[in-house]
């Protein structure tokens, strides 16, 4: 180990923590406290608004153990497939190069770790200008909206030569470090995306939440929990439980999440009359997660596009059974008929068909668990936690790329 390993590193971490919903910020508020159990001193700079910081900041409560500044924002841009306006974006800019260049001044860290495609931009930048080397993490929203046309062309080209600033870039997923070479991001190192498997387990109470929400046990409960972007095709689920319901009554539907989608899903459930069978709890904090999806006999997944989605593993890791989309991001964790179901994308009839399947075979769906269960095990949080302390005090002690180096 390096002598920055021995006595823990000091890194400044820049990017999203709750109470932003994203999957960046996901991934961050479980990697974060376990570097800082393991001795790394962590700085971080990350977004608010003003109704959450005055609402009370329960993050950074849940957290003493990391040294977390804030800076406000209108809003917190939960889809990074799509940019923001110019404005959000130069406010966001100004807002981090100010905390940055303060916390620079104040103690040099080691390690900056940007949490997030379009920070790198403003960070990679100032870490070079202060000879500190820099990691940054592409959980892949970003990169879905630069290949599926909703990230301007002329932003995207700007962003991604941007990206090759910092001295390593990260995904979760083999697909994404194709697809980030394909785009120019040559060499991007690979650590999956963890699951903290006490967390996430299955739980013995489902009941309780099924009674709260006027569920019976005679009902099949499938559950869907996103950020509802169009990403997530979550109106594909509309549509396949109006064909479902009419073949099975016990189906009920539980719409984990909020986000730019939500309308217009409770409008679609409405217009075919089909709201009865649906529940909508809203946006729901990641400490809950696990009893919606124990609530849950099956999660359904429908997206055009993942990284690596959190919801994959948080579901095998409860022994529920998954069905997703059969995208690149699925087939590296999905063993279909094993460790859960695949459809093809936005096929509304194959996904219908096989939401039937898992609902009316129960022993099917406790074997899928089972499997699930054991496979997802090594996705491990304290796994996934000891992979980037190893990365970054490679990086470290390495120091800042030479330019073409």
């Not at 376990?34 to 608004?49: C, E, S, Y």
């Not at 959980?139 to 991604?160: D, F, K, V």
């Amino acid at each position: 180990m390096t002598g920055a390993g021995a006595r823990g590193l000091d890194l400044l971490y820049v990017g999203t923590l709750p109470p932003h919903e994203g999957g960046s910020a996901m991934v961050a508020a479980q990697v974060l406290p376990g570097l800082a159990t393991m001795g790394h001193r962590i700085r971080a700079v990350a977004p608010i608004t003003e109704v959450d910081l005055r609402s009370g900041d329960l993050f950074a409560e849940r957290n003493g153990g990391i040294e977390l500044n804030r800076f406000v924002v209108p809003y917190l841009d939960v889809s990074p497939d799509t940019p923001p306006s110019e404005e959000y974006r130069r406010r966001e800019r100004r807002s981090i190069e100010r905390h940055v260049t303060r916390s620079v001044e104040l103690e040099r860290p080691d390690v900056i770790l940007i949490g997030r495609e379009s920070f790198g931009p403003h960070v990679a930048p100032l870490a070079r200008a202060h000879s500190i080397p820099s990691v940054l993490l592409i959980q892949g929203a970003t990169t879905m909206g630069i290949l599926n046309g909703s990230y301007p062309r002329q932003l995207a080209a700007r962003l991604i030569e941007r990206l090759g600033e910092a001295d390593i870039a990260v995904t979760s997923a083999r697909h994404m470090r194709r697809t980030l070479a394909e785009l120019g991001v040559p060499d991007v190192a690979i650590v999956p995306n963890p699951v903290d498997l006490d967390r996430f387990r299955p739980l013995p109470d489902a009941r309780t939440l099924r009674d709260e929400l006027g569920i019976s046990e005679r009902d099949v409960v499938v559950a869907h929990v996103s950020n509802l972007k169009a990403l997530k095709r979550p109106l594909d689920l509309v549509d396949a439980a109006q064909i479902a319901l009419s073949q099975d009554d016990r189906l009920v539907f539980i719409v984990v999440g909020d986000g730019p989608c939500r309308s217009a899903v409770e409008s679609a459930c409405a217009d075919r009359d089909i709201l009865g069978a649906f529940r909508f709890p809203g946006w729901v904090d990641h400490a809950d997660i696990p009893r919606f999806i124990n609530a849950a006999d099956i999660v359904v997944m429908p997206s055009a596009g993942e990284a690596q989605a959190l919801v994959y593993l948080e579901t095998q890791a409860c022994a529920r059974t998954l069905i997703a989309s059969d995208i690149p991001a699925a087939l590296e964790v999905v063993e279909h008929g094993q460790t859960g179901l695949l459809f093809r994308t936005g096929d509304v009839a194959h996904l219908t068909e096989t939401i039937l399947l898992a609902a009316r075979e129960p022993a099917l769906r406790a074997r899928l668990g089972r499997n699930a269960r054991r496979a997802v095990a090594a996705h491990a949080l304290e796994r996934i936690v000891a992979a980037y302390a190893d990365l970054l005090e490679s990086v470290a002690a390495r120091g800042v790329r030479t330019a073409g180096g």
